[in-house]
């Protein structure tokens, strides 16, 4: 079964300071891999995927994330964080093979930059 | 351009009545998604639409919920017999094909009381 852990409730980071958010996957296939950023009420936004080709994707507002086959991780990161990038953060998996479109999402890690 | 809508932003409902969620694609995207989300949890596939036909309706929980999207563009979810344990947001997504990101709308939010 396809799964997506995101170990940490919570990340903590002082603005102009590089941040991490972790997240590990489970498909029984190849997998597409996303983040998404969700401020409150409102919707998901896409930061960027991970369908083939160089591990280290860039994506929007200046995050990137590397995929790392043989840890099965795809971590977001960040080299200088902002206040305003203080939001939920989702990562979500889908497998790449047969007919499956369905995206399978972590619990989201909240990210909060303190000035 | 527009992105993906959904009508109402707010839903207060009684148990035991019926409701419908709307949802408006990003113009030209043939796959549709809905989700739920409860607090503190993650996005719950419910079911994909490719053009008008439910591709994977798997994740729809009872047969309370059902969904339609008779011209391939703008979906209805549909929610019969609502109990307190429906209250969640209800998520939209659409794509160019099944393969591509969901784009995302803001989100019906359901209290059932």
């Known amino acids: 079964a396809q799964s997506v852990a995101q170990p940490e409730d919570q990340v903590n980071v002082a603005e102009g300071n590089p941040l991490t958010v972790k997240c590990t996957y489970s498909?029984?296939?190849?997998?597409?891999l996303f983040w998404y950023v969700q401020y409150p009420n409102r919707g998901l936004q896409f930061l960027l995927k991970?369908?083939?080709?160089d591990n280290l994707v860039k994506g929007s507002y200046g995050f990137e994330a590397e995929f790392n086959k043989s840890q099965t991780s795809f971590h977001l990161k960040k080299p200088s964080a902002l206040v305003s990038d203080s939001a939920l953060y989702f990562c979500?998996?889908?497998?790449?093979?047969?007919?499956?479109?369905?995206?399978?999402w972590g619990l989201g890690t909240s990210l909060a930059v303190n000035p | 351009g527009a992105g993906v809508s959904q009508t109402p932003s707010n839903k207060v409902t009684e148990k035991g009545k019926y409701v419908e969620l709307r949802c408006d694609p990003i113009s030209g995207h043939t796959a549709l998604y809905w989700y739920r989300q409860s607090l503190g949890q993650g996005p719950e596939f419910l079911i994909y639409f490719q053009g008008t036909g439910a591709a994977d309706d798997s994740g729809l929980p009872n047969d309370r919920f059902f969904a339609v999207r008779p011209e391939g563009s703008v979906s209805t979810l549909k929610i019969q017999r609502t109990e307190r344990g429906d209250s969640a947001v209800y998520l939209c997504?659409?794509?160019?094909?099944?393969?591509?990101?969901?784009?995302f709308g803001p989100g019906t939010r359901l209290l059932v009381l």
């Open positions: 498909v029984s296939g190849n997998p597409y």
């Open positions: 997504a659409s794509s160019w094909t099944g393969l591509e990101t969901q784009y």
């Open positions: 991970y369908i083939t080709g």
């Open positions: 979500a998996v889908r497998d790449k093979g047969g007919n499956n479109r369905k995206l399978i």
